[in-house]
């Protein structure tokens, strides 16, 4: 007998004992141990191939679950912080909130003391108000003025006319006092003649001496006549020159009146220069105005206040007295990698995962830096060297919240957040 033989045949031992007893054959007539061990194969190769499913199918919803969306936590919340600073000099009488006080727009902050510049609006009143009266007066002498000129031009130029017909009826009077006084000469000479012929005939006593007398007496009186002619062609001389004088003065009125239009164009420009500082006395009443109502610096935004000022502090035009910060308009820094942007938009929704609070606040991608990161530093890299390493740049995108999504204002700019962007 072999081996084999030994090995199939059972001992008188093992077929008497119970358990090693073997299983009853089917109806094949295969052993049902060999049947159960290739069931429990088969179940075996089953659950394999079920996990290997549910591995490919859990692996391929992974890759698009990550595929969906970039992430970072080189991110942090911003905002535009606005600094409150004084406009004028003064001396500060209130301050009117405190530190972390939150305050709407408008809200009175601080007070500088308004005496100095209620006088100074006053006596920018009192400036124009003067301006004013002396520009109403000027304004008043200009019609006065045009119409007195065109009255006096008018006036001396009648003058020159009146002038003229007096030295002409002068001189008219020049010529018969000549004529007069050349007859009167004529008349004296004759009167003379006749007197010695009569003189002669008398001392003849070929006259009666009553006839010389009457010769003497014409005589007498023709040269009387000529002194008389005489003192008219004088007086009618003086006329003349007179008249001449006369027409030299109102030309030399005419003259004078001429030069009215340009006195007229004087005060016109001394009007302008009037209204001129009415204007600028308006302006200095106006900045006065303005002058005076920053005495009272109020907030520009809603927000939380930080301030720097005291009262007793003099304080300079420029100088920041508080800064507030508008927790209302937070918005996220985020610092992608270059390799992340490649399907990220402006428009995409993101979620934003707060450190602090472990809120998750809703947002979308607002815009994209125009520069990376380094290029907005002190030093900018120079990559034109000789030992250039390249290093994944990051890109600054802003990310805005929805709205109402800080309405507890937890969110405070400088804190760090974790945003998803989510591509699709």
Do not use: C
Not at 105 to 133: H, M
Not at 164 to 184: C, F, K, P, S, W
Not at 228 to 251: I, P, Y
Not at 367 to 383: D, E, H, W, Y
């Amino acid at each position: 007998m072999n081996v084999a033989d030994e090995n199939s045949i059972p001992s008188i031992s093992e077929s008497s004992s119970p358990s090693r007893r073997e299983p009853a054959a089917g109806a094949s007539g295969v052993p049902r141990q060999t049947i159960y061990r290739k069931r429990g194969k088969r179940r075996n190769l089953v659950v394999v191939i079920i996990v290997v499913i549910a591995a490919l199918v859990g692996g391929v919803f992974l890759w698009l679950h990550f595929d969906s969306y970039e992430s970072t936590d080189d991110a942090q919340a911003d905002v535009h912080v606005f600094p409150v600073s004084a406009r004028i000099p003064g001396y500060v009488v209130k301050v009117s909130v405190e530190d972390n006080q939150w305050v709407d727009r408008g809200t009175v902050l601080v007070e500088i003391d308004p005496k100095d510049y209620e006088v100074a609006l006053s006596q920018a009143q009192a400036n124009l108000a003067s301006a004013e009266a002396t520009a109403q007066s000027l304004n008043i002498t200009v019609p006065i003025t045009t119409v007195n000129t065109t009255s006096q031009i008018q006036a001396t130029a009648s003058d020159i006319d009146n002038a003229n017909a007096g030295v002409i009826a002068a001189e008219r009077q020049l010529t018969a006092a000549h004529a007069q006084l050349e007859q009167a000469q004529a008349n004296d000479v004759r009167a003379q003649d006749d007197l010695a012929r009569y003189k002669l005939l008398v001392d003849k006593r070929e006259v009666a001496p009553q006839v010389y007398d009457q010769a003497f007496a014409s005589a007498k009186s023709s040269t009387a006549a000529v002194d008389a002619a005489t003192a008219n062609e004088s007086a009618a001389q003086q006329f003349v020159q007179q008249a001449h004088s006369r027409l030299t003065q109102a030309h030399a009125n005419y003259q004078s009146a001429q030069t009215g239009p340009q006195q007229v164009s004087a005060t016109q420009a001394r009007v302008r220069a009037a209204i001129a500082d009415v204007q600028q006395r308006r302006a200095l009443l106006e900045q006065a105005q303005l002058n005076l109502q920053y005495t009272k610096i109020a907030a520009p935004v809603a927000g939380v206040v930080n301030k720097t000022v005291v009262v007793g502090l003099n304080v300079q035009p420029g100088q920041q007295l508080l800064t507030v910060v508008p927790l209302d308009e937070v918005w996220v820094t985020a610092n992608f990698k270059e390799t992340q942007l490649k399907r990220m938009r402006v428009g995409q929704s993101a979620e934003v995962h707060v450190d602090s609070t472990g809120q998750t606040l809703r947002g979308h991608v607002d815009s994209f830096a125009g520069a990376t990161g380094p290029v907005f530093s002190l030093l900018p890299p120079q990559n034109a060297t000789g030992n250039y390493v390249k290093i994944v740049q990051r890109v600054p995108v802003k990310i805005l919240l929805e709205p109402g999504e800080n309405r507890d204002q937890r969110l405070r700019p400088g804190m760090n957040v974790v945003p998803d962007v989510f591509l699709r």
